[in-house]
């Protein structure tokens, strides 16, 4: 730590250095508000001020796409030099901490291991298709606006942008986020900026596939509403995306949950169909993948490919081998190698994404396929403790910023079987820093981190983020 600030987060502010001064900007990122999430917005200082990341005269359009894509402004191979370079310095940290307990693992240019280039993504512009929309306060004040934030809380600066000048948003998900901004300013009932102010319409989630379905989610408070005057906003609004002004959609689904929570599952509050078909569809490398509401699916299809073609081949997966899918999400690493293996497991806690998953094998006609739904933590430990299969064991771990639990770990590292892993971040500098800590630390009985170390191999970008701070990166261990 220096200064309160992780050295993650230092070195990707000295990474993005270099392109706030070729854009004229200050060269220090205010360090405020997620830096490394595509949802919250990033602040900058220029100079000793406190203000935005925008070119001066800039319009808030332009403003929010320094916010939400922060290398929008550079040619495309610059991007990936920027990105190459915050990877270089995760595995400089990576090295530095494992050297701290007593592993050697530096390489030359003192990473933990090589590192490939970044991976381009086939698309650049409009690639994403899955877009989380919030109801808030507009540049003009009316607290109706559908967009996305420019500003952070603590600053209480917070303004919703139309997210009209955005590179990675698709055209379909723009103008599905406009009929809705159209539909809650048409009815009487408030938007629901803070909760226990009131009001009642809160985000969206639009998501799209190749085959031209769109889908899209709404979020509601109830607050003190009964249950007619719900049916009566659900009606209301079916009725303007099926015959409506929002008719030009076309949506194929048209979801609708009540929430008192910020985000909640399935489980917790059911999504509801107001109209038209209950999933999606996807392909996927030759395979067709049914996506739910809730369900994870890489927001970056083409870039998702190239991702899981890689994966196939570092694994080394022949025959005889046993594929363990850890955060399986709708399947899609596991039944897109299941063919070049003996048998997949996949480990997911969204039940949904499981009933997709268990779907997706059996229309696909895959068969050596087995999917669990629950906490990783709960399920691996068991499945892995009572291990007796002989047959070759590698495991791709590809979950959530928050990393996997400890518990996961530990029932990795502790199953002998398990010569090689491959684990997926889209934060590398984040909490996946401790699990690989943990992964490749010299055994300790008192953690109960008995088996052999993991060691970093290789490890490579690929770019399902243009635009953005963000990329994929693999990292390959064995022992």
Not at 129 to 140: A, I
Not at 146 to 166: E, P, Q, S, W
Not at 254 to 260: A, D, H, V
């Amino acid at each position: 730590m220096s200064g309160g600030v992780p050295l993650p987060v230092m070195a990707l502010c000295c990474v993005l250095s270099p392109v706030c001064r070729r854009l004229g900007l200050g060269t220090q990122p205010a360090l405020p508000g997620n830096l490394l999430t595509g949802r919250t917005t990033v602040t900058w200082r220029k100079g000793n001020a406190g203000e935005g990341c925008s070119l001066p005269g800039s319009s808030w359009g332009e403003r929010l796409a320094d916010a939400v894509t922060p290398l929008w402004r550079l040619p495309y191979r610059e991007q990936l030099q920027v990105k190459y370079e915050s990877q270089r310095k995760v595995l400089q940290t990576l090295a530095s901490r494992l050297q701290e307990l007593g592993v050697d693992v530096q390489k030359p240019g003192e990473l933990c291991c090589p590192l490939r280039p970044v991976v381009p993504s086939p698309v650049i512009n409009g690639y994403r298709n899955k877009s989380t929309f919030s109801v808030n306060r507009g540049p003009d004040g009316n607290p109706k606006t559908v967009g996305l934030y420019v500003g952070t809380g603590r600053a209480r600066n917070i303004v919703c942008v139309r997210a009209d000048h955005v590179k990675n948003v698709p055209s379909k998900h723009k103008q599905v986020a406009q009929c809705y901004e159209e539909f809650i300013r048409r009815s009487p009932l408030d938007s629901c900026i803070l909760f226990h102010e009131g009001g009642h319409w809160r985000e969206l989630v639009v998501r799209t596939t190749s085959h031209g379905h769109t889908m899209a989610i709404v979020t509601f408070h109830p607050q003190e509403l009964g249950q007619e005057a719900l049916a009566t906003q659900k009606a209301l609004l079916k009725e303007f995306f099926a015959s409506g002004p929002g008719a030009g959609c076309a949506l194929t689904s048209l979801y609708f949950q009540e929430s008192t929570m910020t985000r909640c599952s399935h489980e917790q509050s059911p999504f509801q169909l107001l109209y038209g078909e209950p999933h999606i569809f996807e392909d996927l490398l030759g395979l067709k993948f049914r996506i739910s509401p809730d369900a994870f699916f890489q927001v970056n299809t083409s870039g998702a490919e190239t991702l899981y073609r890689a994966v196939g081949e570092l694994s080394q997966a022949d025959g005889d081998t046993v594929l363990l899918d850890v955060c399986c999400g709708t399947g899609t690493i596991g039944l897109s190698l299941a063919r070049h293996v003996s048998k997949v497991i996949g480990i997911e806690i969204v039940e949904k994404a499981i009933e997709d998953a268990r779907w997706n094998a059996a229309f696909n006609g895959i068969s050596n396929c087995e999917f669990h739904s629950g906490k990783a933590e709960a399920v691996l430990p068991q499945l892995l403790s009572s291990w007796e299969d002989t047959r070759p064991l590698v495991a791709v771990v590809n979950p959530s910023r928050a990393g996997i639990h400890y518990r996961v770990v530990r029932a990795i590292r502790n199953c002998k079987a398990i010569r090689r892993l491959l684990y997926i971040s889209c934060k590398p500098e984040g909490e996946a820093m401790r699990n690989f800590l943990e992964l490749c630390c010299p055994p300790d009985p008192g953690k109960k981190l008995v088996g052999e170390p993991f060691a970093p191999v290789l490890a490579i970008p690929f770019d399902l983020f243009p635009h953005t701070v963000h990329c994929e990166l693999v990292l390959l261990f064995s022992r």
